[in-house]
């Protein structure tokens, strides 16, 4: 993998970061010509959650649905087009109109967020 926050995941790993989100209807896999170019997951977590999340950046299964704030978990392009995923979700998807937060640098020993 390109993305050097994905590149040493584990098998294992699927089964909190993209199991849930398939099964919830909250992922998006993008097609170019019958191929997959991207993947993007959201959730939706309560304040607990969320600062449990930052504090250690993994949800467990029922963490996905837990609350009404909005997350960006994943978005995985390794071709590029970040930019076009990240439209289309605030457009298409269950994220339309709502301001969304993701994990971003660390700020110190704090875990920055951004939103969006």
């Known amino acids: ?57 993994r949800l467990a299964p029922p963490d996905w649905k837990s609350g009404d704030e909005p997350w960006l978990i994943d978005v995985i392009a390794p071709f590029g087009s970040v930019e076009e995923v990240v439209k289309d979700l605030k457009t298409n998807t269950s994220l339309a109109g709502k301001t969304t937060k993701m994990l971003g640098p660390k700020v110190g020993e704090e875990q920055g967020i951004i939103e969006f």
């Open 1 to 57: 993998m390109n993305s050097s926050a994905h590149r040493f995941m584990f098998v294992t790993d699927f089964e909190w970061r993209i199991l849930p989100p398939v099964v919830l209807d909250q992922a998006k896999v993008y097609m170019r010509d019958e191929s997959p170019v991207a993947f993007a997951s959201w959730a939706f977590l309560s304040k607990e959650v969320a600062d449990r999340y930052r504090k250690i950046g």
